[in-house]
């Protein structure tokens, strides 16, 4: 299988903050910990090594158990790297995803395969400890507009629950069944279908499927919507019902971004935290004259209230995207944070938070983002006499490229559009020194022909482009199968789109992703 990469730039596809990132421009060199490269894992290791408790990794590994142990059975690459967690010589490598029906759009997988890959590139480097990938399920997310649909053979579908606006996590599948799964072509590896038949909520049925996708390389998928793990955060919980650190730290970092030039990624609340209510909502937290108040409810609280509260209960609150990564890094091993550009960029406004709380920042890296062409559009590509990398340019390009190697004549009036004017300015001249009154009407004459010589070269361009039109109607379909809605295909395609026809993909993915190499890789089928 071909496999070759380009610069993350080369693509155009990745804002400005990610480019200087990876570039390791000095003015963002404060807002992270580590840059992550091979040789930075040592001292990141040695720090958490030296500031991970004990009771907490047996927590961790007691409540991953509990978990895991609801699946039918456990992959034996699971059962060791569970059995694994307990040595304090074992660390993890994470990610985190929302609960995308049948995985969403590929950068889920592309994450979980990035996580995968580094795991083993650090056990090669580093074989005195072990690493183990995980997924963070983003399980008390509450947007179910971003989760209950997925793009698969150019068609929609979508997942109308009866119950929204709670937790995605808890959320029983009612309807799915019959408005998704029963959809879905033949074709389709009944694991995707089955994951959800058997299942009672979405966490449950993410948790299952994710284990059939990636348990053979010892993936531990974690609910961090959990009572025995949430007393982890009761500490910062109560913390913030008083103080708002993490508000205030959060504020001066946007401060700092913007002076060097950068837009914060994420809004920081004075309360960073959601009530999870007994009715299934997941409503924000606001102080308001004195009191913490539940938006939407009539729950309200003196502060001594709330943090008796959360230190009593914390399995009632949840973090948001502020606090969240903190939930995560005190709760894991964990010496790196696999994410998006989007990711990477707010992980970089929390460096202040970490410190405020002595918890180690992870080291943050851009995921692998990659681009797949089958056998079928890339054979059509080459007929065309392009390349895969000819892809990431814009259509009208291409066209010139495609043209030339058909031969085609590029149409241009330009030089008989020059002499006119040169022309007319003559005609104008004269007119000036004869009767100045005609000099409008000499212009007004040149617009007239300049419009027409226009309208000539189009209506020539077109005659042109007629002779190739099946080359270029090619090009165009390849385009936007590869590049749906102009964008980039891992943030719209399904896996199932290639899985049906490749089932070896996600084993090609981790064969060919270099994490550390930050670059982006176009996988050819053969």
Not at 330 to 345: D, F, H, Q, R, T
């Amino acid at each position: 299988m071909p496999v070759h990469c380009l610069p993350y730039a080369a693509t155009g596809a990745f804002s400005a903050f990610v480019a200087d990132y990876l570039k390791q421009e000095p003015k963002l060199q404060p807002f992270y910990h580590r840059f992550p490269t091979l040789e930075a894992f040592a001292a990141q290791l040695e720090e958490k090594r030296a500031q991970y408790p004990a009771a907490t990794r047996e927590r961790l590994q007691n409540a991953l158990r509990r978990q895991l142990g609801a699946l039918p059975e456990l992959h034996p690459a699971v059962q060791t790297n569970l059995g694994l967690l307990a040595q304090e010589t074992t660390f993890t490598v994470t990610t985190g995803h929302q609960l995308n029906l049948l995985t969403g759009p590929l950068y889920f997988i592309y994450k979980i395969a990035t996580v995968v890959k580094l795991c083993r590139q650090l056990k090669e480097q580093y074989p005195q400890f072990d690493f183990v990938p995980v997924y963070w399920m983003a399980s008390e997310d509450h947007d179910f507009a971003e989760v209950n649909h997925l793009h698969l053979f150019g068609k929609k579908l979508e997942w109308q629950a009866e119950q929204t606006g709670g937790p995605v996590g808890r959320m029983p599948l009612a309807g799915l069944s019959e408005q998704v799964l029963a959809q879905l072509p033949a074709e389709v590896p009944a694991a995707f279908r089955e994951a959800y038949e058997q299942s009672q909520t979405l966490a449950e049925a993410t948790r299952r499927l994710t284990h059939t996708l990636f348990g053979q390389y010892g993936l531990l998928s974690i609910e961090p919507d959990d009572a025995e793990l949430k007393q982890v955060l009761a500490p910062v919980m109560a913390a913030e019902l008083r103080t708002q650190a993490a508000y205030h730290a959060v504020q001066a970092t946007d401060v700092a971004l913007e002076a060097a030039g950068y837009k914060p990624q994420v809004y920081a609340r004075p309360l960073n935290l959601f009530y999870l209510t007994n009715t299934g909502k997941r409503e924000r937290l606001e102080l308001e004259d004195g009191h913490v108040v539940v938006r939407n409810t009539d729950i309200r609280w003196t502060t001594d209230e709330a943090v008796a509260h959360a230190q009593e209960q914390p399995e009632c609150f949840s973090p948001n995207v502020v606090l969240r990564p903190l939930y995560q890094e005190m709760l894991l091993p964990n010496l790196c944070y696999v994410g998006g550009g989007a990711e990477v960029a707010y992980w970089l406004q929390l460096k202040s938070v970490f410190e405020h709380y002595q918890v180690p920042m992870p080291m943050v890296l851009l995921r692998n983002s990659a681009l797949y062409v089958g056998r079928t559009h890339l054979g059509k590509l080459r007929k065309l006499g392009l390349g895969t990398n000819d892809l990431f340019r814009p259509l009208p390009e291409l066209k010139k490229q495609v043209a030339a190697s058909l031969g085609q004549e590029e149409v241009s009036l330009a030089e008989q559009q020059e002499q006119l004017a040169a022309a007319f300015a003559a005609v104008s001249a004269l007119a000036q020194r004869l009767d100045p009154t005609l000099v409008k009407t000499v212009a007004a004459e040149q617009q007239k022909v300049t419009g027409i010589v226009a309208g000539l070269e189009k209506r020539l361009s077109k005659a042109a482009e007629a002779k190739h039109e099946t080359a270029y109607n090619q090009l165009s379909g390849l385009k936007e199968k590869l590049f749906p809605a102009g964008s980039l295909q891992e943030r719209h395609d399904n896996v199932l789109s290639i899985v049906v026809n490749n089932p070896s993909f996600i084993d090609q993915l981790v064969g060919a992703f270099d994490p550390l190499a930050l670059e982006f890789t176009v996988i050819e089928e053969e």
